[in-house]
């Protein structure tokens, strides 16, 4: 028979289960709660561009010549025909000098040379300055007293062997003999040294001649006056200076290129250039390198020869340049602003799968609000543009 109090357990077991029911039921019934939708963010395909690799440095145009012109002979300046920024070609009078004192010296040094002609037998308008002193008055003359004193001494010879002369006349004509030796090799010698007055004289007239040619001052090249230093009416010493005159074309690009940038720089590669106030890109060539470093500010001299044939660039003018080291590299270039720079790590935020991932990457050059990407981004990934708060793993749908 059972017992009541085992009875009782069962009812309230009974009971308990029929109220547990509606709540599993209920509780199979609830929905799940709604997931979280993708933020929309602004992406870009990164690309791979083939752009010339430069180095950049800022330096000075300079004239690739710049000479003071100065007078040969001194004068008083009767012309002046430039001035500061007067445009010159080569050959051009540059000033002149008061001519006549050096016109005079030329009549006095041609009168001189004609009398050192006509004392040699030449005529006095004459280039031929070649003589046979056989030929000439003065040796004829000793050669004629020179033959009479040898027939003379070959008689009195004959003479004496014969004793119908004495032995005192004997000698007086060997001793006119000798005379006349002496007198002949004389004249010889005074045609020489007429010959060497001929050529004095020459050197003479051709000393005046370029003498009065330099009262003439011309330019040595084309170019451009930068400063006028003299006046007419002026006394010049020789030498003093007239006028300063500068080669406009073309102009020396002088550049101090970093050591660690200079190994790429050779002679014959493309130089870029721009000046203040225009924004024309002007090009060049390097032609000289300087042998050594700069042991204050550890740069490379780097000389870059930059046309110039309308005179636009001026000598002195501060630039901005590249040197074109390599004609075509592979780079990707992002947006500055796509860059996120923490703790001195670079990266960029990209969208794979459609959700965020974070690069690691290696930046170079910067210009325009775009930087160079060196390593750590692959061609073709999708680069969020504005990462703001995002973080790695967020779920994202790209809006390009």
Not at 23 to 48: I, L, M, Y
Not at 254 to 283: F, H, I, K, N, S
Request: some cysteine; proline content about 6%; hydrophobic content about 40%.
């Amino acid at each position: 028979m059972p017992r009541p109090w085992l009875i009782l357990l069962a009812v309230v077991l009974a009971a308990a289960g029929c109220t547990e029911q509606p709540n599993a039921s209920a509780s199979s019934t609830e929905k799940p709660a709604a997931a979280t939708p993708p933020r929309p963010v602004k992406v870009f395909q990164a690309v791979e561009q083939r752009v010339p690799r430069t180095v950049t440095s800022t330096g000075t145009l300079a004239a690739d010549d710049t000479v003071v012109l100065g007078v040969k002979v001194p004068g008083r300046l009767v012309e002046q025909a430039v001035d500061l920024g007067t445009r010159v070609r080569k050959g051009q009078v540059i000033a002149r000098i008061e001519q006549t004192d050096y016109k005079l010296r030329v009549e006095q040094a041609e009168a001189a040379l004609q009398q050192a002609r006509a004392r040699l037998g030449l005529s006095l308008t004459g280039t031929d300055e070649q003589v046979d002193p056989e030929k000439t008055s003065i040796v004829r003359q000793a050669r004629a007293v020179l033959d009479e004193a040898r027939l003379s001494r070959e008689r009195s010879t004959k003479l004496l062997e014969q004793n119908l002369i004495a032995r005192a006349q004997d000698d007086t004509a060997e001793a006119n003999l000798g005379v006349a030796e002496g007198r002949y090799h004389d004249a010889l010698e005074e045609v020489l040294n007429r010959q060497a007055t001929l050529m004095q004289r020459r050197s003479e007239l051709e000393l005046a001649r370029q003498q009065l040619a330099d009262t003439v001052l011309v330019s040595p090249f084309d170019g451009a006056v930068s400063a006028r230093q003299a006046a007419v009416g002026e006394y010049l010493a020789a030498g003093a200076p007239v006028a300063t005159l500068v080669r406009m074309h073309p102009l020396r690009l002088r550049l101090p290129v970093p050591e660690r940038e200079a190994v790429g720089v050779r002679v014959g590669q493309v130089v870029r250039l721009t000046v203040e106030g225009d924004a024309t890109v002007y090009q060049g060539r390097v032609v000289r390198l300087s042998p050594i470093v700069q042991e204050q500010n550890r740069t490379l001299l780097v000389e870059a020869e930059v046309p110039n044939p309308n005179a636009v660039l001026k000598p002195g003018a501060f630039a901005r340049a590249d040197i074109v080291t390599d004609g075509s590299q592979p780079i990707i270039r992002v947006p500055a602003a796509s860059l996120v720079t923490f703790a001195g790590v670079e990266k960029l935020l990209v969208v794979r799968q459609g959700k965020i991932v974070e690069v690691r990457v290696t930046t170079g050059r910067r210009a325009n609000d775009t930087v160079e990407i060196v390593a750590g981004l692959k061609p073709g990934e999708s680069v969020v543009l504005q990462p703001g708060n995002l973080a790695p793993g967020q779920a994202v749908s790209a809006e390009r």
